[in-house]
């Protein structure tokens, strides 16, 4: 089944404790990204990534960390997680084409105590 | 700047009745534009999309999209409203004039369906 596998789906932190989201996807997307999505503030762009080893930063880059060294793999990495990064995570691909529209996994809730 | 904007945050319609989303955007030029439903606690699923040719679109679950260039916008309609489709729902659009392609969601509009 096409999908995009993320893991873990619940996780409760402590400030400052480093921590990574794994997202993979099994439809040989080229496009990758990770959004996050806070009430009232809907879906904002952490990262995204255009094929390996390229990445760029979304609209609220600041605290997080990317790598894109498989086509499938697009970890999320927070070094030193702080209580404002508590959130519901995305991850989503694409493929290059621009209609094509992007397949969102299940999501991430993060809580950072 | 480019955007998308959902101007209602909370709908509220009682099952069975008609329902209309709406979705503004703002772009240079026509962007491709997209629709998509969260139910609670899942991802994202695409209902429909619309790249250019016929201004209304179908989608899944009984969707449809109309396209009108003249008011910038890409409501989302149906004609009959069931109690699963509460949901959370996002307009979005891509450039379509090159580049990274990455899209602008809108802050969406959650849908309540009364009995």
């Known amino acids: 089944e096409a999908q995009v596998t993320q893991n873990p789906r619940y996780l409760i932190t402590v400030t400052g404790k480093k921590l990574t989201v794994t997202c993979s996807q099994n439809?040989?997307?080229?496009?990758m990204s990770w959004y996050r999505q806070d009430p009232g503030l809907g879906l904002r762009q952490i990262y995204y990534s255009m094929n390996v080893e390229v990445t760029d930063k979304g609209d609220v880059p600041e605290g997080y960390k990317v790598s894109r060294k498989e086509k499938r793999n697009f970890p999320l990495i927070l070094e030193s997680p702080s209580p404002n990064q508590t959130s519901l995570y995305f991850c989503?691909?694409?493929?290059?084409?621009?209609?094509?529209?992007?397949?969102f996994g299940s999501g991430t809730r993060l809580t950072v105590v | 700047a480019q955007s998308v904007t959902q101007p209602d945050i909370h709908i509220t319609v009682s099952e069975g009745a008609s329902l209309e989303l709406r979705c503004n955007y703002s772009y240079g030029a026509t962007p491709y534009l997209f629709w998509y439903v969260q139910s609670p606690g899942q991802g994202l699923q695409l209902l429909l999309k619309y790249f250019s040719g016929d201004t209304l679109v179908q989608g899944i679950k009984g969707f449809e999209a109309e396209f009108k260039r003249s008011q910038s916008s890409f409501n989302l309609r149906k004609p009959s409203v069931h109690w699963s489709d509460a949901a959370e729902y996002f307009c979005a659009a891509i450039s379509s004039s090159g580049g990274s392609y990455i899209p602008t969601f809108g802050r969406g509009t959650s849908l309540i369906v009364h009995p």
């Open positions: 439809m040989n997307h080229e496009y």
């Open positions: 989503a691909s694409s493929l290059r084409e621009a209609g094509e529209g992007y397949t």
